[in-house]
């Protein structure tokens, strides 16, 4: 008689153990919210990424492209302000794409040129990779170089493989191309001072 009764709420319980986590995503706490819509960058990217996540767990399709598009809008408020954060995440999310969210080189490779003009490593090192294989931008040896000798002038936990992919593009350009980059690599670092590792 017991199992009669207890069988309906077990159902019960099971049913709703099943609902799809989306569905009980926490909301974005609405001091962080009041922030970013104050004009917060860090706080722009913090609720980015609680968008990107959420998109991340959705199953619909749909629901995660929305919530990719919303997570972009939010990384792109905090970019144009010239957040490195805003535009590495922005940068990512177009090279990567998502669920019902197209990728985009062309985009991707532009905020990556945001963040490495700003001088931050993984974004050179980025855009080099870029162009030595054409993505988002026309391949050109020269750049993939210089930018990738931009990353491996700092030390960091992947100087060395940047100076390795550095090494690689070398073998495609000429000794008067080298002396060129150099030129503009020396040129950069005097007009960008930055720390020791800003990895």
């Known amino acids: 008689m017991k199992t009669r009764f207890l069988q309906p709420i077990l159902l019960a319980i099971l049913a709703l153990a099943l609902i799809p986590v989306s569905a009980q995503a926490p909301a974005i706490d609405p001091a962080l919210l009041a922030k970013a819509n104050a004009g917060d960058a860090a706080a722009q990217v913090a609720v980015g990424e609680h968008y990107t996540a959420d998109a991340a767990a959705m199953h619909n399709v749909t629901q995660a492209g929305e919530a990719y598009k919303t997570a972009a809008e939010w990384y792109r408020k905090a970019a144009d302000q010239g957040s490195i954060a805003g535009q590495m995440h922005l940068a990512a999310l177009y090279r990567d794409g998502g669920r019902g969210f197209p990728r985009d ?53 992947n100087q060395e493989k940047y100076a390795a992919n550095r090494q690689m593009i070398g073998i495609h350009i000429t000794t008067d191309q080298l002396e060129e980059i150099q030129d503009r690599v020396a040129a950069w670092i005097a007009a960008h001072p930055r720390p020791p590792n800003t990895e």
Do not use: C
Not at 116 to 142: F, M, R
């Open 105 to 157: 080189m062309a985009q991707a490779a532009e905020w990556y040129r945001k963040a490495a003009e700003q001088g931050d490593v993984t974004a050179q090192a980025s855009l080099g990779v870029l162009y030595s294989i054409g993505q988002g931008v026309p391949h050109n040896d020269v750049e993939a170089y210089f930018w990738l000798d931009l990353a491996a002038s700092v030390k960091g936990p």
